[in-house]
Each structure stands twice: as C-alpha cells, then as structure tokens.
C-alpha cells in the first residue's frame, strides 16, 4: 500500500519502519527534518516537506505526536494533513490525545470524505521496536478492516473498540491502572528495602503468585537498580493522567488515586525528571 507516516518521535520511528520493512511504500513527516532524513536513509521511502504532502495519494495516513496542540497542527490548516488525504483514505492516529479532539477531527474528516481512526497504542518504546504493540482503536468499524492488517506490522493485539473516542477512553483506562500499579510497586519494593529484604529476590517471588504483572516483572528490578531511562517520559504520563482527570470530570467517574499520582508526577518534574521514566515514582520514596 501506499502510505504516510507523521511523526517520528521514540513511538513513531520503529513504528513507521515495520511499515516500511513490510514491503509498503512509506512517505514520511517530523517536524524536525534532520530526523525524516535520517528515517529515509534507513527505511527508504521518502520524507515530505510538509504533513500536507506526505498524506497526498496515501491510501492511510497515519500519525503519532505528543498532545491536542500537536495533533491540530499536524491535521488542520492549509499545509495540514487533512487537506491532503485524498476522498476514500484513512486517517489513523496514533497519539494519546483527549477523545474530545479525536471527535472533532473524525467530524472533521467525515465531512471532507475520508475515514478517521483514533488508534493510541501501550506497550511504550521497547513495543514499538519490537512490533508488539496493544493497539485500541475508536471508529468506523470497515475503515478498521482496512487499517488493521498495516497496523499488525507493530500491533500484537490491534482491537477496535467502538465508535470515535473509544480508542481513547480505553487508553485512560490503561493510564489509570498502569500508574496505580507503579505506585504500589515503588511503595512495595522500598518496603522490602527497609525491612531489610533482598529487593530482587521479592521481585522474584512474588512475581509468581497474585502480584505478578508486567511493571513487577520489567519495571520491579530496574526500579530497585534507580534507573529510569526507558523512554515514556514523566511529562508524557502527566499529560496523560491530566486528559483522564479532564475526562473524569466531564463523565463523573471519581479517580482519587489517579489525581494523587498526577500530583506526584508533577513533584517529579519540579525536581527536573520529566525526562526519567514514568516507573521514577520511586525516586519520591527513596530521595530524602
């Protein structure tokens, strides 16, 4: 097929080039152009000056950046990409962005012809240069059918999960229990420490009965090691956890650990780790 690709961010790159290595012709878009050259060098393809002229003649436009802001920049205006998916294309994005925007922009594409995916993905940067992504998509259930064997190349378990906005609903859900499990692994491991226990060996052994979970499993030991450079960034959880509190708030469910946690994230930036791994709660815990 032939294809576009926005945004070439730690997510996007590998992303774009399980596309690429699949055998599909991939024109691709970043705002800094050095990284798009960088991409070509590697994957073939071609790199477009604008998103505009990567989505012209795609049969799926696909995109991954960082917030609302960047999701309307790179789709709206005269040199976005909107205005280059052709009638009958798929636009499939790929960011963690609110569902209120992926709304506005499924309205958006509906009205000017084409089909819109809102599609964000778990499983962090080691899952996007694996291939092995969970990827949670909201709309048009025979745009999916199209979308869904490209995005198999990078997806493990690709799920469609209901009608525009789904996909993003079920992606707060993952940042609810993803941070309510990181927070209990931080206070859990420095427990063990101050009782004196073999860190390690708790991971271990408890990964083996009801506490097991992938955090415990990958994240339990590099937590106990004090390293936290794994790529999903504390900026980009608190980001995140702010669109599940913004959407709580607008559906009345109550989230009063995840509000707690947003609010360790943001001490965590004050002390400048916004850069570290989200799994760096545990530096709250461990740091006098």
């Not at 209120?100 to 958006?108: G, K, T």
Request: hydrophobic fraction near 40%; aromatic fraction near 8%; charge should be positive.
């Amino acid at each position: 097929m032939k294809l576009a690709w926005i945004g070439l961010g730690v997510m996007g790159y590998p992303m774009a080039g399980h596309l690429a290595r699949a055998g599909h012709e991939v024109t691709v878009y970043n705002r800094t152009r050095a990284k798009s050259d960088k991409w070509v060098k590697e994957y073939g393809g071609r790199a477009a000056a604008t998103p505009r002229e990567a989505a012209q003649g795609a049969q799926i436009v696909f995109s991954c950046v960082g917030n609302d802001h960047d999701l309307r920049q790179v789709t709206l205006g005269k040199d976005g990409a909107f205005a280059g998916v052709a009638k009958g294309a798929i636009y499939a994005d790929h960011s963690t962005v609110s569902a209120n925007v992926s709304r506005e922009l499924e309205q958006a594409a509906r009205a000017a012809g084409f089909s819109y995916l809102d599609a964000p993905v778990s499983g962090g940067q080691s899952g996007a240069e694996k291939g092995i992504l969970t990827i949670m998509v909201g709309g048009d259930a025979q745009a999916f059918a199209i979308a869904q064997p490209a995005m198999a190349k990078y997806g493990r378990a690709v799920t469609l999960m209901g009608p525009s906005g789904a996909g993003q609903l079920t992606k707060m859900v993952n940042q609810i229990t993803v941070v309510g499990l990181v927070q209990a692994l931080a206070e859990g491991l420095n427990f063990a420490v101050h009782a004196g226990l073999d860190g390690k060996k708790v991971v271990e052994v408890i990964s083996k009965g009801a506490a097991q979970s992938w955090q415990l499993e990958n994240r339990g030991p590099t937590m106990l090691d004090d390293k936290f450079d794994f790529g999903f960034a504390v900026d980009w959880m608190r980001k995140d956890l702010q669109i599940c509190l913004d959407e709580a708030r607008r559906n009345g469910a109550l989230l009063p650990l995840t509000a707690v946690i947003e609010q360790y994230y943001g001490k965590l930036q004050e002390k400048g780790y916004g850069r570290l791994d989200s799994s760096s709660l545990m530096k709250l815990l461990t740091e006098k």
